[in-house]
Every structure is written in structure tokens, then in C-alpha cells.
């Protein structure tokens, strides 16, 4: 008898044992830091393979580089890149001051065509035939298929409304918006109904990216230097603020994760152990 009740203990100890290295090993922690080129002003993040892309507003470019910081490829001439996306070997890059979207694919560059314009395009995401655009100054989201195009939003502060919204996403037919300046994110379906409303509780300051991963997500808090990790029912994970200076991107790429620290010219790097 005894021996039995032994033997339970250890097992039940063991899986209380397996399921804290679990946890443990989700949590993200710091590795490391890529330093950019000198007098970069990194805002935006998107994944090329094994390279980055990051958007320097401040200086009218975009550069492409290794894990070191090498630079592979660059675009200059636009005027002022916001959130880009990188999708089946092409880069999007919202063109804010001259309301335009760009397509950049082996070296050349051409529009975007889009149904309806945008008045400061500040974010996209490109899937299959849906281009999504967070239009900044109308204060909505640009939704745009093979057979139609709508809106999303409308400038206000209420549930569904939005206030300068930055970047937008989309999962499992779910938009998530940066709404940046009511500061928190706003999860639409794809017909435009809202759904839920993140990041009030944890008093987000300037919410500008996001990125979506399996079973989470990540929000970046700008004005708090911090970057906030929920999973897909609202509920915080975890809080990131170990080497975070003024955050206005983050990329997740399986068991890494990457924070644009737009006032220190530098890429910060988090990882799952």
C-alpha cells in the first residue's frame, strides 16, 4: 500500500515537474540585440526567409539585413515607409506622405493598385487576393478581395470606432487592429462586425504593431517601452521590457521574436527556451 502511494506521488510529481518546464520554456526572455546601420530609425518589421526588412521613416528608406545586421538590400526614395508586409517574395510598403502603397519584388518596384485611397497609409497585410490597409487619417481599415472592397471603422472611441489606427493583421479570418491612439488593438470578423476589444486594462500608450503567432499574439505599448503578449481570448501572458526602447514593431518567426526600438537604432531579439 504503501509502494502505491509512493508510486503516485513521484508520477504526479513528475507531471507537475514536465508541466513547469513547459511554462518556463514559453516564457520569452532577452538573447540579443542587432545593431542597425548607423543613424537607422527602425519602425516596421517584416520577414524575408532568413533576412529582415525594416522601414527607416526618418530617412525616407528601407533596408534588408542578415541576423547581424549586415545590409543584403535597401529602397530609397519613399517617403516616409510604415508597416510593411512581405508576402510570397514580394514587399508591401505603405507610403505615407503620398498616399500610396508600393509592391518591391527583385529589384523593381511598382504600384499597388488599390479600389479605394488611402490618406496616409500607415500599415497592410497582403494574403492571396486580400489587401488590407490601415488608413490612418480616415480612421479605418481598407478591406479589398478579387470581387469587392469595404471599410472597417470610422473615426471614434467607442467599440468598432477608431483613432488612427497603425497596423493591422488578420487570423482565421479575424482582423486585428493597432488602434493606436484610443491604445489598445480591436479584433473585427472579416464581415466587419467588432469582436473584442484588448489592452484597456493593462493602459496601453500608443499601440502601433502587431504581430500573430500560433497560439498568441504581441501588442507593442510605444509610449511605455514595453511590449505586451496576449493570447487569442485577451488574456495577458506576459510583460516584455528588458532592453525595449520606445518599441513601434514586433515580428514573431516561430521561436524567435523581433522588437524594432525605433529611438536607439537597434532590433531587439527574444527567445523560447
Known amino acids: ?121 500607415a500599415g497592410i497585410l497582403v494574403y492571396g487576393d486580400t489587401v488590407l490597409v490601415a488608413d490612418f487619417y480616415n480612421h479605418r481599415i481598407i478591406v479589398q478581395t478579387a470581387n469587392k472592397s469595404f471599410t472597417i471603422g470610422g473615426q471614434g472611441h467607442k467599440d468598432g470606432e477608431l483613432y488612427y489606427p497603425i497596423d493591422v493583421k488578420m487570423k482565421d479570418e479575424k482582423i486585428y487592429v493597432a488602434d493606436a491612439y484610443n491604445n489598445r488593438v480591436q479584433v473585427f470578423g472579416f464581415d466587419g462586425e467588432h469582436q473584442k476589444t484588448i489592452g484597456q486594462t493593462e493602459k496601453i500608450n500608443v499601440a502601433s504593431g502587431i504581430a500573430l503567432g500560433e497560439g498568441e499574439f504581441a501588442i507593442t505599448d510605444q509610449e511605455n517601452s514595453r511590449v505586451l503578449i496576449y493570447d487569442f481570448d485577451g488574456v495577458l501572458k506576459q510583460v516584455l521590457t528588458e532592453n525595449i526602447n520606445y518599441p513601434t514593431d514586433v515580428l514573431l518567426d516561430n521561436n524567435s521574436l523581433y522588437i524594432a526600438n525605433f529611438k536607439e537604432n537597434s532590433i531587439s531579439v527574444y527567445s523560447t527556451r
Open 1 to 121: 500500500m504503501n509502494f502505491r502511494k509512493l508510486f503516485i506521488f513521484m508520477v504526479f510529481a513528475l507531471v507537475l515537474l514536465t508541466s513547469g518546464c513547459e511554462r518556463t520554456k514559453e516564457q520569452w526572455q532577452f538573447e540579443r540585440k542587432i545593431i542597425l546601420p548607423k543613424e537607422a530609425r527602425p519602425l516596421a518589421l517584416a520577414k524575408d526567409e532568413e533576412a529582415i526588412w525594416f522601414s527607416d521613416p526618418d530617412y525616407f528608406r528601407l533596408y534588408k539585413i542578415d541576423g547581424n545586421g549586415k545590409v543584403l538590400d535597401s529602397i530609397t526614395g519613399i517617403q516616409r515607409p510604415m508597416n510593411i508586409h512581405f508576402d510570397n517574395g514580394t514587399l508591401f510598403i505603405p507610403e505615407f506622405l503620398t498616399d500610396t502603397v508600393w509592391q518591391y519584388k527583385m529589384g523593381k518596384i511598382d504600384h499597388l493598385k488599390m479600389n479605394e485611397r488611402p490618406q496616409a497609409p
